[in-house]
């Protein structure tokens, strides 16, 4: 008899932040705060009404909040986690930078998020998996 995979996440997770900043010539900056709860089933994302980032042009914004989404369902769909994945994420805070955000950087900062948060339920991968 096999044992039913775990979900994740198996309880909320609230206040997950991630500042992603690299200073070199190709700058990447990013800081988010997300929030991981169970869901019914699959993978569900969306921004917090009334969120507001200050941050010019604010076209760039629904792609970086898309970026963050990707980031997280990367790695939470890595089939090394052995997880069913039954998780709603919500996008509590962000912040850019003209120099240095961009969706690349937004992508990490939602991956890093999603490792954070599998972290603080012991279901990460080991390290160097992902």
Do not use: W
Not at 19 to 25: A, E, G, I, M
Not at 30 to 43: M, R
Not at 54 to 72: K, Q
């Amino acid at each position: 008899m096999t044992s039913a995979l775990p979900r994740f996440p198996p309880y909320p997770i609230r206040g997950v932040r991630v500042l992603h900043r690299k200073q070199n010539c190709a700058p990447h900056f990013a800081q988010i705060e997300v929030d991981f709860e169970p869901a019914a089933e699959g993978f569900a994302f969306e921004v917090a009404q009334g969120l507001t980032v200050e941050y010019e042009p604010a076209e760039d914004l629904p792609r970086f909040f898309a970026a963050v989404a990707a980031g997280i369902e990367e790695l939470l769909s890595a089939p090394e986690h052995e997880a069913v994945i039954a998780t709603r994420v919500v996008l509590r805070h962000a912040r850019a930078d003209t120099f240095g955000s961009h969706e690349s950087a937004f992508r990490i900062a939602g991956y890093l998020a999603a490792r954070q948060a599998m972290e603080r339920t012991g279901s990460a991968p080991p390290n160097g998996a992902s």
